[in-house]
Nanobody, 121 residues
Framework: QVQLVESGGGLVQAGGSLRLSCAASGSIFWIDTIGWYRQAPGKQRELVAVIASGGSTNYAGSVKGRFTISRDNAKNTVYLQMNSLKPEDTAVYSC???????????????WGQGTQVTVSS
């Protein structure tokens, strides 16, 4: 079984910074793509940022230049550094990963439980 556990959310003033972490544990051979999604009240969940195993990244247009995603493969952990936060960044941020449990298995998709980020104006 695989678990994704997020941490680092909280309340911050506009213009401030937060760093989210997502640690994967359990039966893991390799993590393919891993990233962050967010869902604000009354809105659909949206992609924030994703990073592939080779290091290539993709960001939502609304966070480009402010957020940076990175990963530590040795720790099975992905990070999201969020700078210049805006009230519209307020949402529940969830980690999502495609993980291979064994060398011969196929990737399966997993979600974390989410962490609240609140940006006050």
């Amino acid at each position: 079984q695989v678990q994704l556990v997020e941490s680092g959310g909280g309340l911050v003033q506009a213009g401030g910074s937060l760093r989210l972490s997502c640690a994967a544990s359990g039966s893991i051979f390799w993590i393919d793509t891993i990233g962050w999604y967010r869902q604000a009240p009354g809105k659909q969940r949206e992609l924030v940022a994703v990073i592939a195993s080779g290091g290539s990244t993709n960001y939502a247009g609304s966070v480009k230049g402010r957020f940076t995603i990175s990963r530590d493969n040795a720790k099975n952990t992905v990070y999201l550094q969020m700078n210049s936060l805006k009230p519209e960044d307020t949402a529940v941020y969830s980690c999502n990963a495609n993980i291979r449990p064994t060398a011969w298995g196929t990737s399966r998709n997993y979600w974390g439980q989410g962490t609240q980020v609140t940006v006050s104006s």
